[in-house]
């Protein structure tokens, strides 16, 4: 495909028993940007380490730029921020990105340039040990950007940052994205997703719950209550839905979950045909806060 960055197929990482990425698919194209949503330990890391060649995958695929280059030369096109921002504490803002240039070959013109993007102009004279962890971060995002990559590859990049800092981060990562490069961020907070990015891979225990557009997310997954005169009734019909996933229930009111989009009218239809009316139907969506807490709170009562 033209416009594809990165293409990941049926990824597995084992560490001994635990299954840190199981089955995880993503394809990444040009211009967006990518979340990978999931809580701690659920293989976000792990993932971002496998394609930047740093940690061995068990099996499954990816591919860089359709397939077209090898991993070391596909790197080159990438720029990653994966650990805590290190440079040279006595050395200044612009120092540092010098010598970054020099060791990646490209040429120092660029670093204004960036400084500016990160909003760290002004400080450019000022030695990397006197800034804020998040002035810290801007800079590492700076020389993430020296090479003018393709994309941009940032693990939990607000992590340990106060209000401010965190607003600064993300102000930049969407200036970044809306100058064409595209972006792929792990992160674990669903806050930070849902204002950063246009796109989201939800991860639990290595597991995908999710992988779609962020906006599309609420509609994904949701949700019928169901009740008719008879629910005993209405459960036996409802087991032979073909797109049935789960459903909970009491005399009262059932709660259905489909896997896929499924229309009021036609599950009407359905019991209808079957023999049942249905006295009450409704489908709810959740909020993408209330599906991340379901998500969340099930890992709390899983460990
Ligand atoms: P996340 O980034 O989403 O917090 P990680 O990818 O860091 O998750 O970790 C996923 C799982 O793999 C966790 O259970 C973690 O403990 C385990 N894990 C990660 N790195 C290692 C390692 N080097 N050795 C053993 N287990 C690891
Ligand atoms: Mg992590």
Redesign the pocket.
């Known amino acids: 495909m033209e416009n594809s960055i990165l293409s990941i197929k049926n990824l597995h990482k084992k ?1 001994g028993k ?1 299954h ?1 990425v199981n089955d995880v698919s993503l394809d990444i194209y040009k211009g967006n940007v990518y979340g990978i949503l ?1 809580p ?7 993932t971002l380490g496998i394609v930047l060649n740093v940690v061995n995958k068990t099996s499954g695929e990816y591919y860089w730029f359709g397939g077209k280059l090898e991993t070391h030369d596909a790197l080159k096109k990438v720029g990653a921020i994966i650990e805590r921002p290190n440079f040279y504490p006595y050395m200044t803002a612009k120092e540092n990105l010098e010598l970054v240039c020099r060791i990646k070959g490209v040429n120092s013109e660029k670093v204004d340039e960036k400084l500016e993007i990160v909003g760290l102009i002004d400080r450019k004279n000022s030695k990397f040990k006197t800034f804020s962890l998040g002035m810290k971060q801007r800079l590492a995002i700076a020389s993430a950007l020296l090479n003018d990559p393709e994309i941009l590859i940032l693990d939990e990049p607000t992590n340990g940052l106060d209000p401010q800092g965190i607003h600064q981060v993300r102000d930049i990562i969407r200036l970044i994205a809306s100058q064409g490069t595209t972006i792929l961020l ?1 992160s674990h907070l669903l806050d930070e997703v849902e204002k950063v990015c246009s796109h989201v891979l939800v991860l639990r225990f290595g597991k995908i719950l999710y992988n779609g557009k962020v906006d599309e997310m609420v509609n994904h997954n949701a949700y019928f209550e169901l009740q008719s005169s008879n629910n005993q009734k209405l459960i036996e019909v409802l087991k032979y839905h073909p797109e049935l996933e789960n459903f909970e229930g009491n005399e009262e009111k059932i709660i259905a979950h489909f896997k896929t989009q499924v229309e009021a009218s036609e599950l009407n239809k359905f019991f209808f045909e079957k023999g049942i009316s249905l006295n009450h139907l409704v489908k709810r969506k959740q909020s993408l806060e209330e599906q991340f807490l379901t998500l969340t709170n099930s890992i709390e009562t899983q460990s």
Do not use: E
Not at 40 to 46: D, E, I, V
């Open positions: 560490y635990v840190a999931g701690n330990g659920s293989g976000k890391s792990t792990a």
